[in-house]
């Protein structure tokens, strides 16, 4: 019996508890795979392989669980990149299965439209002003099937609104629509996708506060559905904004998505500002929290920077400040949680490390250390180098 109730126990262990694996991006080349061993409340990590094939500057990885499939984007500033699919084996080892050719360029991607969503890819590219859509399965000698140029009226108020920057590729939750945060233009661009060709049809932009240069997006919906939210993090103002989303009629297949703007928000506490080289860069959303990374606001002390945290309302959706959090991280770029909601994963860029940061799911409160690596070396202060991303392999 004793040994019946001891299989029973280790059954009920959550993956945290028997160990899970994280696939981290360097600008260096290099992919890496880690294991995270331990429990929600201690751990250790260790790199256990490395590879290259995504180009010389891999700046965003996408990971999609039930095909455990990688993909990685090349951010190439010279000239042409590459988009590599990667199969994640058991050992979280990583084997190239795909690649193709891109523009160069590209800060993101995401897959789209097909039977099943994953049909085309597509990409931002933030100098060229550009999306760029192409066919799957990836191979090195297709050409792309769309290339959408952006151009703006006039510069916007910050220096680095000189052209449109499009910073992000993300698919709403229906597959019908595609977001693209444009920090250039102040703008959240819209798309209509038609999934059996690929092709994405504009509709009208929703228009963020001038100079706040949109980056990310995430949607939210309530428990009864009733309410549906995006939140956007602007790089240049430092904000967050809540959208209300609308959707077009069932029986309009030629209607827009449309969103508007309700609250923003700062990512500092009320009273406080971040300095001038803080820059915001990564939100997500887990339950009714928002989470939003500051790079180089130095809140905790020398190179520790902030994760700011908000509540969302459950049955509005707007957003309230809860408090900062320390990231254990200097640039924090990017972060993800893992499916129990009890860890976060956060990439450094300059220290170019991985934190791994206790949460608690019922107060949404990020909490103390756990375990840290360095991957890779350490990236020099507002440079392109150092960890590009981080994922759990989940």
Same mark, same amino acid.
């Given at each position: 019996?004793?040994?019946i109730?001891?299989?029973?126990g ?84 990583l ?22 969503g994953?049909?085309?890819v ?9 999306i ?17 140029r ?44 038609d ?44 904000t967050?904004?809540?959208?209300d ?38 939100l ?8 939003a ?16 945290t ?24 990017t ?16 220290s ?14 990020? &909490? ?10 350490? &990236? ?7 960890l ?7």
């Open positions: 019996m004793s040994r109730l001891a299989l029973i280790a059954a009920a262990l959550t993956p945290s508890a028997l160990g899970a694996t994280l696939i981290a991006s360097h600008f260096s080349g290099q992919i890496y795979t880690l294991q995270y061993t331990g429990t929600n409340s201690s751990g250790t990590l260790a790199i256990t392989s490395q590879t290259s094939g995504c180009g010389t500057t891999p700046g965003w990885i996408e990971y999609y669980g039930d095909t455990r499939q990688l993909y990685c984007f090349d951010e190439s500033w010279w000239g042409n990149g590459a988009i590599t699919e990667y199969a994640v084996g058991n050992d979280g080892r084997s190239i299965t795909g690649q193709g050719r891109s523009r160069g360029n590209s800060v993101h991607g995401a897959l789209y439209g097909g039977s099943n994953r049909g085309f597509a990409t931002a590219e933030y100098s060229p002003s550009t760029t859509t192409y066919r799957l399965p990836l191979n090195s000698g297709a050409a792309a099937l769309s290339q959408t952006f151009t703006l009226p006039q510069r916007g108020p910050h220096p680095r609104q000189d052209a449109s920057h499009p910073h992000e590729i993300h698919v709403d939750p229906t597959g019908r629509f595609m977001l693209v945060p444009d920090l250039g233009a102040d703008l959240i661009r819209i798309f209509r996708i999934a059996n060709t690929g092709a994405l049809y504009p509709c009208p932009e929703a228009r963020a506060d001038r100079g706040a240069g949109p980056r990310h997006v995430k949607f939210w919906k309530s428990a009864d559905g009733q309410k549906q939210k995006v939140y956007s993090v602007n790089e240049l103002a430092n967050v904004s809540a959208w989303v609308t959707y077009p009629s069932q029986w309009d297949a030629n209607g827009c998505l449309a969103l508007t703007r309700t609250q923003t928000l700062s990512t500092f506490a009320p009273g406080r500002s971040g300095g001038s080289m803080a820059k915001a860069a990564e997500r959303v887990v339950d009714n929290f928002l989470y990374t500051n790079r180089a606001d130095q809140a905790f002390g020398s190179q520790q920077d902030s994760i700011a908000y509540t969302i309302d459950p049955t509005t959706g707007a957003i309230s400040w809860f408090e900062a959090a320390n990231s254990f991280s200097y640039y924090p770029r972060f993800a949680f893992n499916k129990e909601g009890t860890l976060a994963a956060i990439g450094g860029q300059t170019s490390n991985v934190a791994i940061v206790q949460r608690d799911p019922v107060t949404g409160r990020l &909490g103390r250390l756990i375990a840290t690596i360095q991957v890779g070396a350490r &990236g020099r202060p507002g440079e392109e180098d150092g590009s991303a981080v994922v759990w392999a989940e």
